[in-house]
C-alpha cells in the first residue's frame, strides 16, 4: 500500500484551492479502491474501441492500474464547456492523459462526499484506458463502477 501513496505524492494536479484538495482526495481513494479485485475487474472486463480489454493499455505502457492513475493530469476545464448543462464534472477523451476538472462544481460537490468523488475519477480513468462512450452509456458506466468500486 506504501506504493500506492508514493504514487499519489506524485500527482500532476493543475488545479487550486478547494478543488485541488478534492481532486487529490479523490484520486487517492481511487488508487485504493484500485486494489480490490472487484473494482479492478472492471479493466479486464470494458473494452476499448478496438474490442480489446483496457487491461491491454496498461500492459502495453508496462503499468499497474494505480501509476496509470498517478500518471494522469488533472487541469482545470474551460468554464463554457462546464456550464453547459448542470451534470459534468470531469471529463476527458478516450485514450487521453488529461482529465478536465470543472472546478467549482467538483469542489462543491465532493469536497465532503469524496466516495462519489472517486468512483467519478474511476469513471474517467476508464475513458483514458480508451473505453468510449454511448455505448455504453455515462449513466450505465457510472452505475458499473458504483457496483463494482462503490463498497
Request: with cysteine; hydrophobic share 45%; net charge negative.
Amino acid at each position: 500500500m506504501s506504493g500506492i501513496w508514493l504514487l499519489v505524492a506524485q500527482l500532476h494536479l493543475f488545479l487550486d484551492g478547494k478543488a485541488r484538495m478534492a481532486v487529490a482526495a479523490a484520486v487517492k481513494g481511487a488508487a485504493l479502491r484500485l486494489d480490490d479485485d472487484r473494482c479492478r475487474s472492471l479493466l479486464a472486463d470494458l473494452r476499448d474501441g478496438d474490442g480489446r480489454p483496457l487491461t491491454a493499455a496498461l500492459d502495453a505502457a508496462a503499468q499497474s492500474p494505480a501509476e496509470h492513475l498517478a500518471a494522469l493530469y488533472f487541469v482545470a476545464a474551460d468554464e463554457r464547456r462546464c456550464r453547459a448543462d448542470e451534470a459534468t464534472t470531469a471529463f476527458t477523451v478516450p485514450g487521453s492523459r488529461v482529465v478536465y476538472i470543472c472546478t467549482d462544481r467538483f469542489a462543491s460537490r465532493f469536497a465532503l462526499k469524496t466516495r462519489d468523488g472517486e468512483l467519478l475519477i474511476l469513471h474517467e480513468l476508464l475513458h483514458t484506458l480508451g473505453l468510449g462512450e454511448n455505448p455504453p452509456s455515462t449513466d450505465a458506466i457510472s452505475d458499473i463502477v458504483r457496483e463494482r468500486c462503490g463498497r
